[in-house]
């Protein structure tokens, strides 16, 4: 089989909070942009990689989810615990300090793990965790 990942999901609360946090905090390209007001549906991704993206989505938009789903699910938001995703760089120290800079909220500094990688974390303004881990 010949397989790839083509688009991840990640919930959005504000779109246009989130514009500026991937587009011009982790400088990626917005390739769609479909909806208005709070239910947008933004397709972002790296700059050179057309076939990997994210798609920013409004949370509970599904019909079928029921008013105590959606509830849960804004808790695990606001908490940070509903969405997460894992990136790489092979500039960590620099992309760390871009993204603090940038005005991204740290969660873990770069740090050698016990089990083999050097990464950090932050999270986007709909409290979604984004880790950033170091290629070697």
Not at 11 to 35: I, T
Not at 50 to 66: F, Q, R, W
Not at 117 to 127: N, Q, S, T, W
Request: charged share 25%; aromatic share 8%; proline share 7%.
């Amino acid at each position: 089989m010949d397989i790839t990942i083509h688009t991840s999901f990640l919930p959005h609360v504000d779109p246009e909070e989130s514009l500026v946090f991937y587009r011009d905090v982790l400088g990626f390209e917005v390739r769609s942009d479909v909806g208005q007001g709070r239910m947008r549906w933004i397709t972002v991704g790296p700059v050179g990689q057309p076939s990997t993206s994210i798609l920013l989505a409004p949370p509970a938009a599904d019909p079928g989810v029921t008013e105590d789903e959606r509830r849960t699910i804004a808790e695990m938001m606001a908490k940070g615990t509903y969405g997460w995703i894992l990136l790489a760089t092979r500039d960590l120290d620099g992309t760390f300090d871009q993204l603090r800079a940038g005005g991204a909220e740290v969660v873990q500094e770069p740090t050698e793990q016990p089990y083999g990688i050097r990464d950090c974390a932050f999270r986007d303004p709909a409290g979604n965790l984004v880790r950033l881990q170091e290629l070697r």
